[in-house]
């Protein structure tokens, strides 16, 4: 097994002024990257900003003799996801990584959300990781090569209470990644999803005693594996905290094909009394893109 190097690769990791982030871009440097710190640093509902998170970053980096330079824009308006790629270019000549890391909470039950706790969490997640990944994509392709990661959350992908505007704007991303990995794939760009559990500012509440085993260090292999040139593995995927790594995917089931066959128009009495045969997870497949579903209907259709 050879090392894990990055030398003239040149990762931007947003967020990284803290938490996950921060253990990235630490590590990314220390294998030889040349890293975009990028970081609004607000608080941790999205309220105020401050070049110091980042800046700090950038400092401890180079006083460890690695390469790094910080940016602080918003990753949440085309211009600042725009600006952070033009800062990679800018600084270091190309861009060969994003981690789209940079996140918000403003949680409230469904019935409770309003209209502007939606926006800043869908702003900041799910808009920042276009905005940000589109100008690195366009530039990614032109150089035939790209890596992504993607920071989902277990709160979408399977769900917690008092959540929805973050669920939504997570499992958008999980969305987002597979297109990329279907876009990119004859680019040599690879996309990937983390859903993390960490003990940072964003969750110190909440994980009760199990935060003494959550460091954010534990989740920082995966990523730095993920966005590395060894990783060929794309449109996947994975749970990681405290040590343990875990794979988690969307499936397709074999379902029923109605009796009729091809264009069979059915009753809801006809789902009901099938209704098992829909749900049995037996047999299920992986699809990799629409195409895995397609052909398992063509393969119905045809008896
Ligand atoms: P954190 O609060 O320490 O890190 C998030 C960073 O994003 C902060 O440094 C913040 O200043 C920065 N940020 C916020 N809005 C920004 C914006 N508009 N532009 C640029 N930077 C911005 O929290 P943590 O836990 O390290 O979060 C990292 C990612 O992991 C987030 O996307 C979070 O939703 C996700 N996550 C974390 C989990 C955990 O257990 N800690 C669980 C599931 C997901």
Known sequence: MSDIRFDERVVIVTGAGGGLGRTYALDFASRGAKVVVNDLGGASDGTGASASMADQVVKEISEAGGTAVSNHDSVSTPEGGESIVQTAIDNFGRVDVVINNAGILRD????????????????????????????????????????????????????????????????????????????????????????????????????????????????????????????????????????????????????????????????AEDIQANLDQIRDAEGYIIPNSIADEMGLVAKAFAG
């Open 108 to 267: 409230k039950t469904f019935a409770k959300l309003s209209p502007e706790e939606l926006e800043i969490v869908l702003d900041v997640h799910l808009k920042g990781a276009f905005f940000v990944s589109q100008p690195a994509f366009r530039s990614m392709k032109d150089n035939g090569y790209g890596r992504f990661v993607f920071t989902a959350s277990a709160a979408g992908i399977f769900g917690n209470f008092g959540q929805s505007n973050y669920g939504a704007a997570k499992m958008g991303l999980v969305g987002l990644s597979s297109v990329l990995a279907v876009e990119g794939l004859k680019y040599n760009i690879r996309s990937n999803v983390i859903a993390p559990i960490a003990r940072t500012r964003l969750t110190e509440d909440l994980l009760g005693p199990m935060a003494d085993n959550l460091a954010p260090e534990c989740v920082t292999p995966l990523t730095v594996y993920l966005a590395s040139e060894a990783n060929e593995n794309t449109h996947d995927i994975y749970s990681v905290g405290g040590g343990r790594f875990a794979r988690i995917f969307v499936g397709l089931c074999p379902g029923w094909m109605a009796e009729g066959g091809a264009g069979s128009v059915v009753s």
